[in-house]
Structures are given as C-alpha cells and as structure tokens.
C-alpha cells in the first residue's frame, strides 16, 4: 500500500486558518487523496478527496502539488470542534480498502 | 445519520466465547469494512466484503471471521474471544465509486 507521511501533532489557535499536510512521494498515478478525521469517542468521518486538482467543500479545502507527492487540507477557520485526529490516505479503487496510518492530532486553542 | 448501525453498542464477554458484532445499513452500498482501533494502532483492517459472499482478510484478521448472506448485513464473529480482542471495532461502507467511506459510531467489547 501506498505511504503517507504526516505530522504526529499540530496546533492552531481558534479562528484562524489550519494547514495540515502530508507527504506521499510514493503516490501512483490513479491514487486518490483522501482525507478522513476522527473527533474523540467518534468513528472516523470523511472529510474530503481529490486526484489532481484542488477541491473544496463545505468542510475544508484540499490542495494538491503539481507532482502530486505532497498535499495540504485547509480548514479555514478552525472552531474548537475541528479537534481531531486527521488521516491522510491514499485510495486506489483496484485496492478496495484504505489502510490508515497514525494521522495528525490537531488542537486548537481557544 | 448515514444509514449505518453497529449493534450492539457495548458489549462485555467472558474469554472463550463466541461473540457476533452487526453491521447494518440501508443504503445499499457494495462495499463494508470491519475495523478496530486499539491506542497505540489507531485503526486497522480486520476484514472487507466486495458483494454478497465475497470478503477477503485485512492487515489483521487472525481469530475473526465474517459473513455477509445479504446486502445490507456484515457480521463479524470471534469464535472464542480473547482479552486481546478487547477493542473499538467499526464498520464501514462504500459505494460503488470512488465515494468516501462512512464509518458506523462503532462498538467497544470488552472481552474479561
């Protein structure tokens, strides 16, 4: 399976915008990028995807580096119920499973 | 929520038995995945199905078995629990796409 690096922690103060990014050199070319996050005593919940361009929804942006080795979800303007774990993980359809490795655990200060 | 549902939602067993948790959902997806989260671990694949009576094993499936005979049920057995299966197990579905996954709100077993 395809790898993710990501920072273990991360801090950012309320209402200010959050940048989490995660590395993925390794990544194929029909990998997708998706992000998942995980708030505390809940099941992990989707968060967003992407395979080249950069996406946004109503819970975050994704920006993804031309060579695609790289990513960064953007929150923009984290509430103190944005703390949680982020996964980044690479999907690829042929797999039909996602592996997740330890994500990043994002607090913010009120 | 999203049309998933874990049953039951705790559960506490005594080593050696046999312990069945439930997945059900209503949206009839083909994809479902058994997961457990230990701290230290985070979440790992225990097993998936692709469809009606196909399933295959994940990263770790040791001592778990699964079946799904229907559409919208996959269940997850341990034939004879051990306290090192004392875990939050999730489940989760997939469409037929590249949709993202949708987690249940997981079941916490304590095996003693």
């Known amino acids: 399976d395809a790898k993710t690096t990501q920072p273990n922690s991360m801090e950012s103060n309320e209402e200010e915008p959050v940048h989490l990014p995660c590395n993925h050199s390794?990544?194929?070319?029909?990998?997708?990028i998706h992000w998942y996050r995980q708030l505390p005593s809940q099941g992990p919940e989707y968060v967003i995807h992407?395979?080249?361009s950069n996406v946004n929804n109503r819970m975050a942006s994704l920006a993804i580096a031309e060579d695609r080795k790289s990513s960064t979800l953007i929150l923009h303007r984290a509430t103190l119920r944005d703390a949680a774990v982020y996964y980044c993980?690479?999907?690829?359809?042929?797999?039909?499973?996602?592996?997740f490795g330890k994500g990043t655990r994002l607090h913010i200060l009120p | 929520d999203a049309g998933i549902t874990q049953s039951p939602r705790h559960k506490v067993t005594e080593t050696g038995t046999p312990v069945t948790l439930r997945c059900h959902q209503t949206?009839?997806?083909?994809?479902m995945y058994w997961y457990r989260q230990d701290p230290g671990h985070g979440l790992r694949l225990i097993h998936y199905?692709?469809?009606?009576?196909?399933?295959d094993k994940g990263e770790v499936s040791d001592g778990y078995s699964v079946s799904r005979s229907k559409t919208e049920d996959f269940l997850l057995t341990l034939e004879s629990a051990t306290s090192s299966q004392t875990s939050v197990y999730f489940c989760?579905?997939?469409?037929?796409?590249?949709?993202?996954?949708?987690f249940g709100s997981g079941t916490r077993l304590t095996v003693v």
């Open positions: 989760a579905i997939r469409g037929q796409v590249n949709y993202g996954y949708t």
């Open positions: 390794t990544i194929s070319g029909t990998d997708y």
């Open positions: 992407g395979l080249t």
């Open positions: 993980i690479l999907f690829n359809l042929r797999d039909d499973k996602i592996i």
């Open positions: 949206e009839n997806h083909r994809y």
């Open positions: 199905s692709y469809g009606v009576k196909d399933t």
